[in-house]
Structures are given as structure tokens and as C-alpha cells.
């Protein structure tokens, strides 16, 4: 298995410019989520998702878009990128949803410059 | 919602000493309390977790404590070793919710 993926590794955005970060696991699970990690700030959840078709937001879901057409597949929108979304960008899954109290795994990241 | 505070921010131990970070947390509803480890440059990886109905977990040099009525818990890691230099997050989740709030993590440095 190749557990949790994402593309690209590193980006480099314009002001205004939009952009989709991908993300895939092949490990079934269900649930799905985006953090943000900044220094000091630690990891901050965007937006989460419990199952296809189904998704909800985090703790700092403004300038950002998903949606889970499959379950495999859980793709971040920036639409109008801002230098204030500069971070680096985490996808994870896991089994079930974060109540049920179940291990995390955590894509390689994404760095994001915005200029 | 709910919030987690984490410390300290950073810790410096000589090797063999023991680390403790500190987390607390605002829901009593939370129910589930795991921990990860982030090396410079990798991704964050679980390396223990402790339930609400559990006071007290260990596996091997690492253990965690939990104080319900205070809500905090806290990541004790004895005989430190340079390879437990990393950042280390706790976190917090309830029964009734799929948000799974991090800390702002702890830097531990580990000087041989």
C-alpha cells in the first residue's frame, strides 16, 4: 500500500491565483481530514470528511474548498490564493471518524508559498 | 469547541534525563488523547494514545497520564535518547464530534 498520498510536494502560488492540492489513500478509510501546520501554531484542521459525499468544516475553513466524490480521493481548493496561505498542507485518513478514537495517518505534506 | 493548549513551546534535556509535556483541554465531552512525533522535514506519527477511561498507559520509555477532573494530560518519556529530538503534538477529540484539535506541539531536544 502506498498509504497516504499528495501532489504536488511544493508549490509557489501568485496572489489570486487558484490551485487544487490532492490527496489519496488506498487503505479504504473513510474518514479524511486537511490540516494546515504553521510555526507555533501547530497543526489546524481545514476541513474533514467521514465519507464520500459527505464533508464538513474545521477550525480555519475560510479560503478553502473540498469535496469527496470517491472514497479514495479528497482534494483541497484554494480559489484565490492569499499570502496569509503560505503553510504547510497536510492531508490524513483514517478508519473511521476522529470520535471513534483512531490513529491518524498523515500524507507527506505539501509546502505552499504564496508571493 | 475544543481547544487544546500545549507546554512548553520548547524543552532541552541531557541524555538519559526524563521529558514531560503538558497538554490541557476545554471539552469535558473529549474521550480520546493521542500523541505524535514529527521529525524535521516528516510527516506527524502516532506513538501513543490513552482513552478517557484509562488513567495511565505505557509502552516502553513512553507513557501518558490523564486527569479527567482537571482535563490535562500529559507525555512522560524516560532515559531520553538524541533519536526522541522532535516536535511532539498532543491532541483532543470527544465523543460527539469528527474534529480531532491539535496542540501547538513541544520541541524537545535531546543533547548527548
Known amino acids: 500500500n502506498a498509504g497516504v498520498t499528495q501532489t504536488p510536494k511544493f508549490q509557489v502560488l501568485k496572489t489570486g491565483q487558484s490551485m487544487t492540492l490532492q490527496c489519496a489513500q488506498d487503505?479504504?478509510?473513510?474518514?479524511m481530514s486537511w490540516y494546515r501546520q504553521d510555526p507555533g501554531m501547530g497543526l489546524r484542521l481545514i476541513h474533514y470528511?467521514?465519507?464520500?459525499?459527505?464533508?464538513d468544516q474545521g477550525e480555519v475553513p475560510n479560503g478553502y474548498n473540498v469535496s469527496r466524490s470517491t472514497t479514495e480521493d479528497f482534494p483541497l481548493r484554494l480559489l484565490s490564493a492569499a499570502p496569509s496561505q503560505t503553510s504547510v498542507y497536510f492531508c490524513?485518513?483514517?478508519?473511521?471518524?476522529?470520535?471513534?478514537?483512531?490513529?491518524?495517518?498523515f500524507g507527506p505534506g505539501t509546502r505552499l508559498t504564496v508571493t | 469547541g475544543e481547544n487544546v493548549e500545549q507546554h512548553p513551546s520548547t524543552l532541552s534535556v541531557q541524555e538519559g534525563d526524563s521529558a514531560v509535556i503538558k497538554c490541557t483541554y476545554s471539552?469535558?465531552?473529549?474521550?480520546?488523547f493521542p500523541w505524535y512525533k514529527q521529525e524535521l522535514g516528516k510527516r506527524p506519527q502516532l506513538i501513543i494514545d490513552?482513552?478517557?477511561?484509562?488513567g495511565e498507559k505505557k509502552d516502553q520509555r513512553i507513557a501518558v497520564t490523564l486527569n479527567k477532573t482537571a482535563k490535562h494530560f500529559s507525555l512522560h518519556i524516560t532515559e531520553t535518547q538524541p533519536e526522541d529530538s522532535a516536535v511532539y503534538f498532543c491532541?483532543?477529540?470527544?465523543?460527539?464530534?469528527?474534529?480531532?484539535?491539535f496542540g501547538t506541539g513541544t520541541r524537545l531536544q535531546v543533547f548527548p
Open positions: 471539552d469535558s465531552a473529549s474521550n480520546y
Open positions: 491532541a483532543a477529540t470527544s465523543y460527539n464530534t469528527d474534529k480531532l484539535i
Open positions: 490513552i482513552r478517557s477511561n484509562v
Open positions: 487503505m479504504n478509510h473513510e474518514y
Open positions: 490524513a485518513s483514517s478508519p473511521r471518524g476522529a470520535e471513534g478514537g483512531h490513529e491518524q495517518y
Open positions: 470528511s467521514v465519507g464520500a459525499g459527505i464533508t
